[in-house]
């Protein structure tokens, strides 16, 4: 029986699970079966090449190879709700392939140089994203963002690790004449396209799917629990008015424009507040809170008001990032429930939002400074 390239198995196990995908998440899946379907693609192209020694290969695979961390890191930003600026530049170096693959000779050369480049480039974009606040992936569900930058500097080092690669290859060609080249090539795009498909995967995951009613995601004895001890959050008042200039008394420039400032940052407090104010009703008239798909775009969408202007009005307002906001809800409901039910604190975690035990107890640790179990006890 003739044994299977290790690359054409990796491309059958990928096509399985791009298949398998848009059962699990529906049409939010669409990005990944692309890369996985692309990255099938890619290993099948390093098979044919290496050890079918197809030679029409060699103009496919730099063209698939420069691709690959564009298509990455639009499938990042792109399912995780990041407005990364300036994305169109992300595909430059797809489109300088072809002049390097078709120009003259001795630009040829110069492919390789630039797919490195790409992968350095989209590497050093990966790690910056993983130090971006949660409140910027706001497809992300609140209780998974902590998960995003684990997956960003893992990418990034695979692609990293595709560089190194290309060093590896060029000391092999130097010291052994390039006898390790096809096993080289053959573990190492095997590796990569395995753990950038798995992290996109992962993304795609624990990506806002479709919004469930809250009805849905809440016990029916939760309902029925008042708050006990209400969410630490400012109290919205009307801002204060900025007095007029008394008539008939010219202000100087730099006093009507101290006069204009002051204004303006009280007009400015005043959107916060009200902001501020239509979230909290929101999420106490709503309990959207105990949601565990609720992302920050749900809530943008629901309160009116853009992604971006609702995570600085709460971090204005109360210090925190919505995401921290939202765990608060929870923790308080989770708290409650700890001392006023018998419920095992395995049911209680996700009665209160939450989709694993583990960013549970993580949590409830750092708002309380107590471990779940250690809470209850307390409280007896």
Not at 187 to 215: D, F, K, M, N
Not at 219 to 240: M, Y
Request: some cysteine.
């Amino acid at each position: 029986m003739p044994a299977i390239p290790l690359p054409f198995v990796i491309a059958l196990l990928l096509i399985l699970l791009s298949a398998q995908l848009p059962r699990e998440r529906g049409k939010s899946a669409k990005l990944a079966v692309v890369f996985l379907s692309f990255c099938a693609l890619v290993v099948s192209c390093v098979g044919l090449r290496w050890h079918y020694q197809w030679s029409a290969m060699a103009m496919i695979q730099p063209m698939l190879a420069v691709t690959l961390p564009s298509l990455l890191w639009l499938c990042f930003t792109r399912t995780i709700g990041y407005a990364a600026p300036w994305r169109l530049l992300s595909w430059l170096p797809v489109g300088l392939v072809p002049v390097l693959l078709f120009g003259p000779v001795d630009w040829r050369l110069g492919q390789d140089v630039l797919i490195s480049l790409s992968y350095l480039g989209h590497t050093a974009l990966l790690f910056r994203l993983s130090h971006r606040s949660s409140d910027e992936y706001s497809q992300v569900t609140f209780s998974q963002s902590h998960t995003v930058p684990r997956l960003c500097l893992g990418a990034g080092l695979f692609l990293l690790f595709s560089v190194l690669t290309d060093l590896a290859i060029a000391l092999d060609a130097w010291l052994g004449q390039g006898q390790s080249l096809i096993w080289i090539l053959t573990i190492s795009q095997c590796l990569v396209v395995t753990g950038l498909s798995y992290a996109v995967v992962v993304v795609s995951r624990i990506s806002g799917g479709a919004e469930l009613p809250v009805a849905q995601t809440q016990d029916s004895t939760i309902g029925t629990l008042p708050f006990s001890n209400p969410i630490l959050v400012p109290e919205v008042h009307a801002a204060a008015s900025v007095s007029a200039p008394d008539e008939g008394v010219e202000d100087s420039p730099d006093d009507a424009a101290r006069h204009l400032e002051a204004q303006v940052e009280v007009q400015a407090e005043a959107q916060d507040a009200r902001v501020m104010q239509a979230l909290t009703t929101l999420l106490q008239e709503q309990v959207l809170y105990l949601d565990p798909n609720l992302t920050l775009a749900v809530l943008a969408r629901k309160t009116g008001v853009p992604n971006r202007q609702l995570s600085a009005a709460v971090n204005r307002q109360t210090g925190l990032n919505v995401s921290q906001l939202i765990n608060q809800y929870r923790i308080e409901k989770a708290r409650q429930l700890l001392k006023e039910t018998d419920f095992s604190i395995t049911e209680i975690y996700g009665m209160a939002g939450f989709n694993t035990k583990s960013n549970f107890n993580r949590e409830f640790s750092r708002i309380t400074t107590m471990t779940p179990s250690a809470y209850r006890r307390s409280a007896d």
